[in-house]
């Protein structure tokens, strides 16, 4: 059977009866049948069953935004997760487990990048497809086998590129062992497939597809990717020397480039241009509201006033937009993915199951979120580092003397400053930025449940306010997980109607796995990067021109302005700009605010090299043994005695398991982590 010349051995040698689910192909079937490529690929609806395992292969273990049992990635030092146990101290001790998730991420897109390379090799004409279809599908696989390889790269360091023309299964066992190849190969593999893949990709989907890749998703990849080529991690990492093959080829660069960041910021502007020349994605905001209807959707509470901003529309400033819901809205499901301009590359709502074992979805990650009385698991919360790091509504920074200035002092109603806060909240929470209040469920914060219904009893726990203190329904509870153990709840991706008691439901959300936020970040950073008076000519994505990158603060401007001005935030002062140290800082303070819980800081911390830093140290919350009666003093920052926190160098990169180690006698381990001997 022609099929059976593809054995991508080595690494995973792979079986041809790999596991399948009821909503995507099942390959066994195709050989019970006796089923040749030639029939497989030239039937549309075997075809694209083909294609669909592989899409199936991001679930699970490879999800970009999930809860803790499937993508622990997504808390940093800024999120936690309080199951009962010592679970999370494992993940951030080292001491992985299966249990903690991530394990199947290799295995997973191995298996992805197997079924994309057969289609790749044997899809050229089909009777039931186009032409143009047929160049599409072939896009789409090229762009899922060039994605699982960035995921493995983030996740596990250089990894093994196996041929894309597919293994000769005759050869022996030790001949389809396959070394790791070095970061740079690596890169270079999956930039020019995503080139090829943007070739041949369409430019929009329509609602039906809308998870499919676009040709803008595959320029925005290959500049993620380019990006962290160049950061601190994979360029001129000399602390990595020892992370090599069998045979002593160092696989991380030794030597710094600074022209790296000149290709990475190349490549976001590569995108930039396209976005604008297309029309396709832009920063998504919701005009300014004057009137509501309901609580849960509030009129527009306008930023403090500015003499620059408050009076020019977006993006300029703020006078036209609800900096608030511009960002809530984004994650809660208020905007279905078709209809946000923002999102670039998504699996919608991470499906339900899908025949894995486990529950992935957004739903899921949510009903971690909730409040126990509103049928959630309570146990996702903000650390203090977090909720510190969200500036005042005017940009100035929270600083720790507010602890002082707001002790024992609560909202009523004479004193709010910020009217998303009902009474009884303490101040140090009052008159924040609007990204606060879209992502903090903090002491006191309303929870809406509107789909609750009257006639189950949910009629007084919709528009209701949660508290953490001790000896509250969601409060501290000994011998269980189900209480916010910072004190700090998480409201982003919470939508007004979520409710899962009382005959409500969680609505269906967007994950948010690429956005138009992240490529505007990430050409400003790269900039910044490259030094005073320094010029590079480097080409476009297509070879159609050539850009002029260097320290341009204008351009930088470009990419930063914006995200500011979405969120109701002045734009940075000119001696920020200026200096290339303080813009790092604010680009770090940035991303960690635009991006809470969405794993992009997990990877940030590593890839700029200062997660020592930031996760080596311990967590801190609210005093939650404290009950209503001693409130003032749920407010003074504790250490969290349940979630211990450190950090060693092998925590850079993800161990590959012993089961693989033991398959391929020239895959070469992480540093740090034990080999299998």
């Not at 670039?344 to 409040?371: T, Y």
């Not at 100035?396 to 998303?420: I, L, M, V, W």
């Not at 969405?598 to 801190?620: F, M, N, P, S």
């Amino acid at each position: 059977m022609k099929i059976s010349k593809y054995i991508l051995g080595g690494v995973v040698m792979l079986g041809l009866g790999l596991t399948s689910c009821s909503d995507y192909l099942n390959v066994d079937r195709f050989f019970r049948d006796q089923q040749t490529t030639e029939r497989i690929f030239s039937d549309k609806d075997y075809t694209l069953r083909w294609l669909s395992f592989c899409y199936s292969r991001l679930h699970g273990d490879n999800l970009d935004v999930g809860h803790s049992e499937v993508c622990p990635f997504n808390f940093s030092d800024d999120h936690v997760f309080s199951e009962y146990g010592d679970r999370f101290s494992k993940f951030k001790r080292g001491e992985y487990l299966n249990s903690l998730g991530g394990h199947n991420a290799w295995t997973f897109s191995y298996e992805g990048i197997y079924q994309a390379s057969i289609l790749l090799n044997e899809l050229h004409e089909n009777n039931d497809l186009t032409p143009e279809e047929v160049t599409d599908v072939r896009g789409q696989a090229r762009f899922l086998r060039a994605y699982f390889y960035w995921m493995l790269l983030r996740k596990f360091g250089p990894v093994p590129i196996l041929p894309p023309e597919g293994a000769d299964y005759t050869k022996s066992y030790d001949e389809l062992s396959y070394p790791r190849n070095t970061y740079e190969e690596c890169v270079e593999f999956i930039t020019s497939e995503l080139e090829i893949a943007a070739t041949e990709l369409f430019e929009k989907r329509d609602n039906m597809n809308i998870a499919r890749p676009t040709k803008g998703a595959a320029l925005a990849v290959r500049a993620k990717v380019f990006l962290y080529a160049a950061s601190p991690l994979a360029n001129g990492n000399t602390e990595m020397a020892d992370f090599t093959n069998m045979d002593g080829k160092k696989l991380i660069p030794q030597e710094y480039k600074e022209e790296k960041w000149a290709i990475a910021a190349a490549a976001a502007k590569d995108m930039i241009d396209y976005a604008e020349a297309t029309g396709l994605y832009k920063l998504y905001t919701f005009e300014k509201r004057s009137v509501s209807m309901d609580e849960a959707y509030p009129p527009t509470i306008e930023p403090p006033y500015h003499k620059e901003y408050s009076n020019l529309p977006f993006p300029n400033g703020w006078a036209n937009i609800d900096p608030f819901e511009s960002y809530r809205s984004i994650f809660n499901g208020d905007v279905y993915a078709a209809e946000n301009p923002e999102l670039i590359f998504s699996r919608i709502a991470n499906g339900k199951n899908n025949g894995l074992g486990s529950d992935f979805s957004m739903v899921s990650l949510v009903k971690h979120q909730l409040p126990k009385t509103l049928g959630g698991y309570n146990c996702h919360g903000v650390t203090l580092k977090q909720c510190e790091a969200y500036d005042m509504a005017d940009g100035r920074p929270f600083d720790k003397k507010y602890y002082e200035e707001y002790y024992g002092k609560y909202t009523d109603d004479s004193n709010h400053k910020y009217d998303h806060l009902r009474n009884d909240v303490w101040l140090g929470y009052a008159d924040r930025e609007p990204r606060f209040y879209a992502s903090v469920a903090f002491n006191g914060a309303v929870w809406h449940a509107l789909s609750a219904r009257d006639e189950n009893g949910g009629k007084e726990h919709r528009n209701k306010q949660v508290w953490y203190y001790r000896g509250e329904d969601n409060g501290r509870v000994n011998g269980t997980d189900q209480w916010c153990i910072t004190g700090l709840g998480v409201m982003k991706y919470v939508n007004p109607n979520d409710a899962d008691r009382y005959g409500g439901t969680i609505y269906q959300k967007t994950e948010p796995a690429l956005r138009y936020a992240d490529i505007l970040l990430m050409y400003a950073e790269a900039l910044n990067n490259i030094s005073e008076g320094t010029h590079y000519v480097v080409s476009k994505w297509d070879g159609s021109g050539t850009y002029d990158i260097y320290r341009d603060k204008e351009q930088m401007r470009r990419g930063v302005k914006p995200i500011r001005m979405r969120a109701g935030m002045p734009d940075y002062d000119e001696d920020v700009y200026a200096d290339p140290k303080k813009f790092f800082e604010r680009i770090v303070h940035e991303r960690q605010i635009e991006f809470f819980a969405e794993t992009q800081r997990y990877y940030d911390l590593r890839r700029w090299k200062i997660v020592e830093e930031h996760e080596g140290e311990q967590i801190y919350g609210c005093n939650t043994l404290m009950d209503k009666a001693n409130r003032d003093m749920f407010y003074v920052p504790v250490r969290v005695s349940d979630l211990q926190s450190s950090f060693s160098r092998k925590q850079y990169f993800w161990p590959v398991s012993y089961d693989e180690l033991k398959r391929n006698k020239n895959l070469s381990q992480a540093p740090g982590w034990q080999y299998y001997d």
